[in-house]
């Protein structure tokens, strides 16, 4: 087996092609993973864990596979220990140690000759990373805080799908637009496993299953498509449901990239930080996920269609009480959770001084602050007025009038590009005023800015 050019480090090194390997002792520990979840991403981890024990132990796989039950026990321990010295989280020391265990176990350490290794403690519900969980009325405020119909439909997903952040930017227009064209509430929004094509965690454990979107964000997600629409003169079937609004991509390709994953989790923290969250920067898309489990006990939906709708595994045979024919039954059920409970309690007065505070939080200008006010005073309810707004604010999206804006932006502008490292640094960076041009790498990334400067047309190219 030759190692093709352009493969990834622990490929080369493993000698890895798709799911076999010129190590003998690589080769059993992918097929038991291969039998057992055939994940990509697994496939990526273990071979990236594998990588960095042969790494320390400045050995080959097949001469790991070698020692006795004593010597990689030892070896293990010492690796796992130092991961922990860095820093690591506890949990992700312990899935490492799974791993090799695993890399042991199907290479003949097993029964009496297992490995003896320690875990790491880990108590239930670790976590490492902070997380801060908003209430449904600061996610409510975090939609109308976003900024574009794209990213108030995004988080309107997120919150009232549950699906995680892998898995909605996986999502294509083509899965959904039956259900669009025939469905006002509750859209269906299925998950498969051929969505790894398009992102490897797309589809965890392989598990089909589907979730729905709430009135509030089908409405959300329908004003977004119809100004897709109106730029690109329509979304096609393979198109990402939700798009890439990068500045530095032709519109067609921005049609066809969905959002990145970067990307979408600092649009989240930039939200939670114009909705006022103190807690901001431990706001994450799956902090949502788990606001959305929240919404569903609340409700007191039947444990097995919270789990169903959380995407985990049914004991037994249950998974097939939810299958295509039982969709209209658990679309029902799912319309009787109240997202947004607060909502229910606020008069029409109270909802005009909420929506004219947040229009003045965001720093919208005085006119149309002013034709704002002019149109809650004008309408007894605030959906007419909201509905009077949104044609108020009608622009016009022709392709060439788009495309001679970004010209003309181009040349009475100075752009700045910085390669930054760091999802805390991209925060930061967009929370300034930077785009996200592009990920180099899980951890960094291409940044770009505009200036008011004005610099003569017949210079090119981006300052740095």
Not at 169 to 178: I, K, N, T, V
Not at 236 to 241: A, G, R, S, T, V
Not at 363 to 376: M, N, Q, T, V
């Amino acid at each position: 087996m030759g190692v093709a050019a352009g493969l990834r480090s622990w490929e080369q090194f493993l000698k890895v092609d798709g799911w076999k390997s010129d190590y003998e002792s690589v080769d059993r520990f992918l097929r038991h993973y291969s039998r057992m979840v055939k994940s990509e991403k697994t496939r990526e981890n273990i071979c990236f864990t594998l990588k960095g024990l042969c790494g320390f132990a400045e050995e080959s796989p097949d001469d790991l596979s070698r020692h006795t039950q004593k010597e990689a026990s030892k070896l293990v321990q010492e690796y796992i220990d130092s991961l922990a010295e860095k820093g690591y989280s506890t949990r992700y020391v312990n899935v490492c140690l799974a791993f090799l265990k695993t890399f042991f176990k199907v290479n003949g350490f097993k029964g009496t000759g297992a490995l003896e290794v320690e875990r790491h403690y880990q108590p239930s519900r670790y976590r490492k990373r902070s997380e801060y969980i908003p209430t449904s009325s600061e996610i409510y405020n975090m939609a109308f805080a976003a900024g574009t119909r794209r990213n108030r439909a995004l988080i309107l997903s997120l919150y009232t799908s549950g699906l995680r952040n892998s898995t909605l930017r996986a999502l294509l227009y083509g899965d959904l637009r039956e259900e669009l064209l025939n469905q006002n509430e509750a859209i269906k929004f299925p998950v498969y496993p051929e969505m790894k094509k398009i992102d490897e965690a797309a589809c965890k454990g392989n598990i089909p299953y589907y979730s729905f979107i709430s009135k509030d964000a089908v409405v959300a997600l329908k004003e977004y498509l119809e100004q897709r629409t109106q730029i690109q003169g329509g979304v096609q079937d393979d198109e990402p449901l939700f798009a890439s609004d990068s500045n530095n991509m032709a519109l067609e390709k921005k049609s066809h990239t969905p959002v990145m994953k970067k990307s979408l989790e600092a649009m989240v923290k930039r939200a939670a930080r114009k909705a006022g969250i103190a807690r901001w920067e431990d706001v994450y898309p799956h902090c949502l996920r788990k606001a959305f489990e929240s919404a569903l006990r609340n409700a007191g939906l039947d444990l097995k269609d919270q789990e169903f709708l959380m995407g985990h595994i049914l004991p037994g045979t249950q998974d097939t009480y939810y299958d295509k024919t039982k969709v209209e039954d658990l679309r029902r059920r799912y319309l009787k959770v109240n997202f947004f409970p607060e909502r229910g309690y606020l008069t029409e007065d109270s909802r005009k001084r909420q929506i004219l505070d947040t229009a003045k939080i965001l720093g919208y200008p005085d006119d149309r602050i002013k034709k704002i006010e002019e149109a809650l005073a004008k309408y007894e309810h605030v959906d007419d007025a909201l509905e009077h707004i949104k044609k108020l604010n009608v622009d016009s999206y022709k392709e060439q009038d788009i495309q001679e804006n970004q010209r003309k932006k181009l040349h009475s502008s100075k752009r700045q590009v910085r390669i930054i490292q760091g999802g805390q640094t991209l925060i930061r960076f967009m929370n300034d005023g930077w785009d996200l041009v592009k990920e180099l790498t899980d951890d960094k990334f291409v940044m770009q800015k505009t200036s008011d400067e004005s610099i003569p047309e017949h210079i090119s190219g981006w300052t740095r």
